[in-house]
């Protein structure tokens, strides 16, 4: 018998032991880190068969992902969630960017688009998408995250239920502050408006000083044109900043010496604080890490284990990430993945000889500034029991529960020292 | 507005609309008309609550 017919012969039977299941199936496979995980297999893969013996597909006009792979956002009927245990180093595949948006995604014909910059300024313009591209171009990688990025209290929670509103691209576009200089913004304009073109005119009023720092106007992404779900054909980028205030579909920008007080910065996207203030125009994202591998609901073996996430600050750079493999009692440092990009989502690693028993994972980052990553006891102090949903950044444990030779990784976010 | 029609409302209907959930708040008469000019003269509640963003990095968890 040949290897091959032997090949088939082994699928086939089982084929059979699995009931002949028509779609997915799950069996147990050795990873190439050697550890033994578990995964679902599709018909397709079951009759797998040796690919030196056929020719492959000639060169095509767009590429795929592999048959074998399939990352998924988790969509609601809000957002949708960036799966963040199914990617490696830091760049989010364009399709599965974070969504996150208030009236459904708009289709722009690029031709069409006008953005017009007016209110405070010498000389009010509009630019066309082309009159956009005119101006140099500049390109820069940072992560955008929802402030609302935080699912706590449930044990079955995988990293992208528990923060998967945050997402990186490479973006290329022009420095708002060109745009600035080109209208003539007047010198006691201290707010601007930025607004949507999309079914729910998203508005956010944005301080002036984050136009001549580092704000953007983008129109590529990951090195093609930017994805319609994240703004087609041009949208606000504020590295650092929450990701609502990024204003998508961008068409308007109005100068003004005071912010405009929208819903979306007076009902919503403000958060209670202690003795009955209630926190506005919060705009930066603090230092968070999550421990994307392991993490629920996947299984480990005893032994050598490397402890991999991503870290992210929007004041800044990482400067450390701290690992506990003792349910918090003692922290040590994980190798941050260079170059360490500022107001970027910056990759860890820690080696761990894992003796089998139970224990708690967890993480915490550190940026340039001294803001070290809290627990969320630590938030509930500062800010008082009633925070409301925003802005939460609390240091995320995973429970790994002993259990033979297999040991399933829950998560738990309760507080921890 | 409404979400399922957004932006199918006349400025009339939109007064009418605000007014009515102003005056279900208990935050106005209900002889009150609102047009351009009335509107913006109301106080809402929570603008005596609201504070500029304190945190600024660094050490404290704010």
């Known amino acids: 018998m040949s290897n091959e017919n032997e090949n088939r012969m082994n699928f086939t039977r089982r084929k059979l032991l699995l009931g002949g299941a028509a779609t997915a199936a799950t069996m147990l496979i050795r990873s190439v880190y050697g550890q033994v995980i578990q995964s679902s297999v599709t018909e397709n893969e079951l009759s797998y068969t040796d690919p030196t013996k056929i020719p492959g597909p000639p060169p095509g006009e767009l590429g795929t992902r592999s048959m074998f792979e399939h990352p998924l956002k988790k969509p609601s009927d809000t957002s949708s969630r960036t799966p963040l245990q199914d990617l490696y180093g830091t760049i989010t595949p364009s399709d599965l960017h974070y969504e996150r948006h208030h009236g459904g995604v708009p289709v722009i014909d690029p031709g069409k688009y006008e953005l017009l910059i007016h209110g405070m300024v010498e000389k009010p313009m509009v630019f066309t998408l082309l009159d956009l591209k005119r101006f140099p171009s500049v390109t820069r990688t940072c992560f955008i995250e929802c402030s609302g990025n935080f699912r706590g209290s449930n044990e079955r929670a995988t990293p992208q239920d528990v923060c998967g509103l945050t997402s990186q691209s490479e973006w290329t576009g022009v420095m708002l502050s060109t745009l600035f200089r080109e209208v003539g913004v007047k010198p006691n304009a201290t707010w601007f408006l930025a607004e949507g073109m999309d079914a729910a005119v998203m508005t956010r009023s944005v301080p002036v000083r984050k136009a001549w720092d580092d704000a953007m106007i983008v129109y590529a992404q990951n090195g093609e044109a930017v994805r319609p779900e994240q703004g087609y054909p041009a949208r606000l980028l504020l590295p650092g900043w929450e990701g609502n205030a990024n204003v998508k579909w961008l068409r308007r920008i109005e100068l003004s010496d005071q912010p405009f007080m929208t819903r979306e910065e007076t009902s919503k996207y403000t958060y209670p604080v202690r003795d009955g203030k209630i926190r506005q125009f919060s705009f930066e994202m603090d230092a968070r890490s999550i421990i994307t591998y392991p993490s629920y609901p996947q299984s480990i073996e005893k032994g050598w284990i490397e402890i991999r996430g991503i870290a992210w600050s929007g004041w800044g750079r990482i400067v450390k990430v701290e690992i506990s493999t003792d349910a918090g009692k003692t922290w040590a440092p994980a190798a941050l993945q260079g170059p360490v990009l500022e107001k970027a989502h910056t990759a860890f690693r820690y080696l761990w000889n894992w003796n089998g028993e139970a224990t708690a994972i967890l993480s915490r980052a550190a940026d340039e500034t001294g803001y070290v990553q809290p627990t969320l006891k630590a938030l509930k102090e500062a800010r008082g029991s009633d925070m409301g949903g925003y802005h939460l950044n609390p240091i995320t444990a995973w429970n790994i529960k002993g259990m033979d030779r297999y040991c399933s990784v829950l998560v738990n976010t309760v507080d921890r020292n | ?62």
Request: aromatic share 4%.
């Open chain 2, 1 to 62: 507005m409404p979400l399922n029609a957004p932006g199918s409302l006349t400025d009339k209907e939109v007064y009418s609309l605000a007014a009515y959930i102003l005056h279900a708040n208990q935050l106005i008469d209900s002889a009150v008309v609102l047009n351009k000019i009335s509107l913006p003269k109301i106080a809402m509640p929570a603008q005596e609550a609201f504070i500029a963003d304190d945190r600024k990095g660094g050490p404290k968890v704010k």
